[in-house]
C-alpha cells in the first residue's frame, strides 16, 4: 500500500526531516492549508491534491486543480480543497514532509546538519507518500 520508506515510518512511528531544505523552516509544524497551498500554488505540484483527496476519500471536488487542461492551476480548486479538510480535521490540523533516517541524510541536509525526530502518532494520516522523497503526513487534533 505505501513506499518501503513509509511503512519503515509507520512502524517505527518516527520520521525525520531537515530545516535547510524546508521553506517551513520558523516553524515546527505548518497548518496543512499552507503546505497544501504552498505545494500546488507555489511549487506547481499538482499531485498533492490528487493524493490529499485520495488518502481522505474527498470524492466530489475537482481534485486536478485545473479549470482546462491549457489553464494553470486554479485557486479556487485548491482553496475548496482546502476548505474542506479544514472540515474535516480543523482549521489548525498540522503536516510535515518526513523521511526515514537515511533518506533526509542522503537527500535533504547539509553536510553539517543532524536531522531532527518527529514522532508520528496513531492518528496520523499520510496524504502524500513520494517513497524516498518522503510522505506528508497529517496531524489532526491540533
Not at 75 to 96: C, H, K, S
Amino acid at each position: 500500500m505505501y513506499s518501503e520508506e513509509t511503512e519503515e515510518m509507520l512502524r517505527e512511528r518516527i520520521g525525520y526531516r531537515c530545516h535547510s531544505y524546508s521553506v517551513f523552516r520558523d516553524t515546527s509544524y505548518p497548518t496543512v492549508d499552507e503546505i497544501i497551498y504552498h505545494e500546488a500554488m507555489e511549487m506547481g505540484n499538482d499531485h498533492i491534491l490528487e493524493d490529499v483527496c485520495k488518502a481522505l476519500g474527498i470524492t466530489d471536488l475537482d481534485c486536478s486543480g485545473r479549470g482546462h487542461e491549457d489553464n494553470p492551476l486554479d485557486p479556487r480548486e485548491v482553496d475548496a480543497i482546502i476548505d474542506r479538510v479544514a472540515e474535516l480535521y480543523g482549521p489548525g490540523a498540522r503536516a510535515l514532509w518526513l523521511g526515514t533516517l537515511n533518506t533526509v541524510l542522503s537527500r535533504y541536509c547539509t553536510d553539517d546538519e543532524v536531522p531532527e525526530s518527529y514522532p508520528i502518532p496513531p492518528e496520523a494520516i499520510v496524504l502524500s507518500d513520494l517513497g524516498p522523497d518522503g510522505a506528508l503526513f497529517l496531524f489532526p487534533g491540533w
